[in-house]
């Protein structure tokens, strides 16, 4: 049950903190963007990475660890292509204070799919679904600030994050209830990684002016590791 209820609760405590705290210390929220990519990276490294190389070679008894890579890579192509309409919101990149009317369909569509292959794996590492609240939750205080602050109306941004809270879950169901998907468990995991891969990364090296570490940052991100060596 906590595999479904740490990602939805994640988002909807990060929308209530930028509702009613509204916290205006940017340095705090980068820190904690920081160990949160440093906390996915290792969960990914540590577990997931292992586990698909392992499930490749054991299917058949071949080495299938060139096609293995190809999934990855792909997955990383793929996020690239949907931070292109999401500008990077899923590492807390966003930008602008112009007005917003309506709901931002390219936005939410690309961050609802990224949300939703993040859920797949959790039905096989439970530990993931720490790792994925610990990274939404101050995802979802920036983008309810950045919402707020482009004066949308409310009900939409409300309903927005309802959505975006639900999208973990809903992968992680998919994963076990339908066969097709779980058929292809291995490889859609790959398809993960990468995605992981590049959305870890890019926090990391994105949470500081300059990309220039300093001792909090350095600090976050071994704690990062050090929990999810205890994982």
């Known amino acids: 049950m906590m595999n479904y ?3 939805l609760l994640s988002v909807l405590v990060g929308y209530g903190i930028a509702l009613f705290l509204k916290p205006d210390k940017k340095k705090n929220l980068k820190l904690l963007l920081a160990f949160s990519g440093s906390f996915l990276l290792s969960i990914t490294v540590m577990h997931l990475l292992p586990e698909v190389y ?3 070679h054991a299917h058949d008894g071949h080495d299938h660890a ?3 890579g190809v999934f990855i890579m792909a997955g990383i192509l793929f996020q690239i292509v949907l931070e292109f309409f999401s500008k990077g919101a899923e590492h807390g990149h966003v930008h602008g204070h112009a ?9 939410f569509t690309s961050l609802c799919i990224h949300a939703f292959l993040e859920g797949f794996p959790v039905s096989h590492h439970h530990h993931l679904a720490v790792g994925i609240a610990i990274h ?3 995802i979802a205080i920036i983008l309810t600030i950045f919402f707020l602050n482009a004066q949308l109306d409310r ?9 975006f809270a639900a999208m973990t879950p809903l992968g992680t169901l998919a994963s076990e209830y339908i066969p097709t998907l779980a058929a292809y468990y291995t490889q859609i995991t790959a398809v993960v990684i990468g995605i992981l891969f590049h959305i870890s990364s890019t926090i990391i090296f994105e949470t500081t002016e300059g990309h220039k570490f300093n001792i909090a940052k350095v600090s976050v ?3 990062g590791i050090l929990l999810a060596c205890l994982v």
């Open 155 to 163: 009900k939409i941004i409300f309903g927005f994050m309802v959505a």
């Open 66 to 68: 060139n096609l293995t």
């Open 5 to 7: 209820l740490l990602p």
């Open 221 to 223: 991100i071994v704690l």
């Open 136 to 138: 939404h939750l101050p």
């Open 54 to 56: 392992e499930a490749n």
């Open 99 to 107: 007005e917003m009317r309506n709901m931002p369909w390219l936005l």
